[in-house]
């Protein structure tokens, strides 16, 4: 069963932007922590952003100052927004619910497709 769905990966130039999208088809998240995670090709999944419903965004210290999660009080869709693209970013990336907010652990040990995103340098 799909929990997640991402989108809003592509290809952007070094420097770029992009907007990621997470949603729960029909629902609100029914966690409520939540994140995002990436994987690069031959390397572990990494956390990157996470988020409370009550509780503020922070950030793994690669991303910090350049990605952001944005508040939706709806609680249905997440959004990563990326600046300052590098190529190490290049990796897919996914979302997931997290164990406990404030630290960095999935909670699921499914996950959706992901959604690619590829910065060219």
């Known amino acids: 069963q799909v929990q997640f769905v991402e989108s809003g990966g592509g290809l952007v130039q070094s420097g770029g932007s992009l907007r990621l999208a997470c949603k729960a088809p029909?629902?609100?998240?029914?966690?409520?922590?939540m994140a995002w995670f990436r994987q690069a090709s031959g390397k572990e999944r990494e956390f990157v952003a996470g988020?409370?419903?009550?509780?503020?965004?922070y950030y793994a210290n690669s991303v910090l100052d350049r990605f952001f999660i944005p508040r939706d009080n709806a609680w249905n869709t997440m959004y990563l927004q990326m600046n300052n693209l590098k190529a190490g970013d290049t990796a897919v990336y996914y979302c997931?619910?997290?164990?406990?907010?404030?630290?960095?652990?999935?909670?699921?040990?499914?996950w959706g497709q992901g959604t690619q995103v590829t910065v060219s340098s």
């Open positions: 997931n619910a997290l164990k406990t907010y404030g630290l960095t652990d999935a909670a699921n040990e499914i």
């Open positions: 988020i409370g419903r009550w509780g503020g965004p």
């Open positions: 029909g629902r609100t998240f029914s966690a409520s922590a």
